[in-house]
């Protein structure tokens, strides 16, 4: 039976906003571990626009027209024969088209080597590979009809799903994406996975939760799994920094170093210097000055761990300002920072740039909708758009100069 239509935005090629269309396409269908949802609201992160840009190409996005976005919040329509903890009604807020962490990074050069893309179904094929992983990649298709084994992160990969595609990428971590053939949530409705689908307080507004999805568990992942702190306080007291911290990301970071009492050094622009403060951190400093740049701490503190919110400062700024064991957490990494850490790693640097890539997972998120219920975590908005101003927003995450997080509302 025919779907019913739903208005949804899409871009056709790579480019900028002006190359965000206004359309009209099916509603999607939830496949069995799947769940429908009535998109409320969306949130925009840097890697949305990235996209767009081609900075991924080939392999996102996987086709145009292509519909983006991956943090939503909405109400749950409909639910696939597998999903048994929601339904219709249900308040939710979720992450569309996770990338996944399927392994941890491989050892020293030989990852930057090795690339491979897969797609299932139809078409498969590998652009490049190297060495003794080919074996496992020969293997991965049938590996992935295993969808109970917990190296997916509980993501079910099904591989007679039509037209899902999974990414497989040899560079430094092997990450594996779902790309659902839905597409993303810049629309009326989407599909998410059950399993990266969290419920959130009826009795609180939608946006609250809806920057939780990639930012939120990025700062999670960067100041629980990487810089160790524990968040209820009970571990060692560290020094943090966090660059860009009034960003998406920066702003969750600073509340999370702060509920697990570490120290908190923060840079941002001049303007967003007593928001920053604001949030919890001990020492502000305005990135723009020559402090600033050097990352020196006012108080003369070394750095345990930096979570590297922003972009394009290089390893010898860090160095100087890091403890004896400190690391950089880069969220960003380019083709420098996996250089530096595969040369760090062999010469046994006891100082470590570790390129982070986020590892979405629904206990973490939940995790995160509990700390916003408990008034502990906040969502910070930068500006609101409805949808048909969303060229306006996709500007302004373009730009780079969000404080907080920057929505767009159905
Ligand atoms: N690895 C992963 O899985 C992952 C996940 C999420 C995000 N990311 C990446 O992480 C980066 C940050 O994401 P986001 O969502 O936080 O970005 P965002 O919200 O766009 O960050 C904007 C903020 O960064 C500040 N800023 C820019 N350059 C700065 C600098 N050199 N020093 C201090 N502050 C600076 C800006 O301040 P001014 O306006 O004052 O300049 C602005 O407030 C992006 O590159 C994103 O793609 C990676």
């Known amino acids: 039976m025919a779907r019913k239509l739903m208005t949804a935005v899409q871009y056709s090629s790579y480019g900028g906003p002006d190359g965000l269309q206004h359309v009209e396409v099916p509603v999607p269908t939830p496949n069995k571990d799947e769940v429908l949802l009535k998109i409320e609201a969306v949130s925009l ?38 999903i048994k903890n929601f339904k219709a009604g249900d308040k939710v807020v979720a992450m569309v088209n996770p990338i996944v962490l399927i392994k941890e990074p491989m050892g020293m050069l030989s990852p930057l080597l ?81 399993s990266l689908t969290v419920a959130r307080p009826p009795e609180l507004s939608a946006d609250k939760f809806v920057g939780l999805p990639v ?53 941002c622009g001049a303007r967003n210097i007593e928001f920053v403060k604001g949030l919890g951190a001990d020492e502000v400093i305005d990135y723009k000055t020559p402090d600033g740049a050097a990352l020196r701490s006012p108080s003369g503190k070394k750095y345990d761990t930096v979570i590297h919110c922003a972009a394009g400062i290089p390893w010898s700024t860090f160095e100087p300002n890091l403890s004896s064991n400190g690391k950089v957490i880069d969220i960003t990494p380019g083709l420098g920072a996996l250089l530096t850490f595969a040369l760090q790693k062999l010469t046994f640097s006891k100082k ?15 995790y995160l909708v509990n700390l916003v219920k408990e008034g502990k975590l906040k969502t910070v908005i930068d500006s609101k758009y409805p949808m048909d101003k969303v060229k306006d927003a996709w500007a302004k995450i373009s730009d780079g100069h969000a404080t907080g997080k920057i929505i767009v509302e159905n």
Not at 47 to 66: E, I, N, T
Not at 158 to 182: C, F, H, P, W, Y
Not at 227 to 236: E, F, N, Q, V
Not at 352 to 366: G, S, W
Request: aromatic letters at 6%; glycine letters at 10%; hydrophobic letters at 45%.
């Open 45 to 82: 992160n840097p890697v949305d626009w990235k996209v767009q840009k081609g900075a991924l190409r080939p392999f996102l996005p996987p086709k145009f027209p292509h519909i983006p976005v991956a943090d939503v919040v909405g109400d749950v329509i409909e639910v696939g024969s597998r």
């Open 114 to 194: 090795e690339l491979a893309w897969y797609k299932l179904g139809e078409e498969f094929s590998i652009v490049c590979l190297s060495g003794k992983e080919s074996l496992r990649l020969d293997m991965a298709p049938l590996e992935l009809q295993a969808s109970s084994d917990p190296v997916y992160n509980g993501v079910n990969f099904d591989r007679t799903a039509e037209g899902e595609q999974v990414m497989i990428s040899l560079a430094s971590t092997i990450v594996v994406g779902v790309v659902a053939k839905n597409g993303g949530g810049l629309a009326e409705f989407a599909v998410t996975k059950g």
């Open 215 to 267: 930012a939120g568990l990025t700062a999670y992942h960067a100041i629980t799994q990487s810089a160790g702190i524990k968040l209820d306080g009970s571990g060692t007291k560290s020094n943090i920094l966090i660059t860009a911290a009034s960003g998406g990301v920066g702003h969750y970071a600073v509340q999370l170093a702060k509920l697990g009492n570490a120290h908190v050094t923060a840079t």
């Open 352 to 366: 470590l740039l570790v390129p982070l890539i986020l590892i979405p997972k629904d206990e973490n998120l939940r």
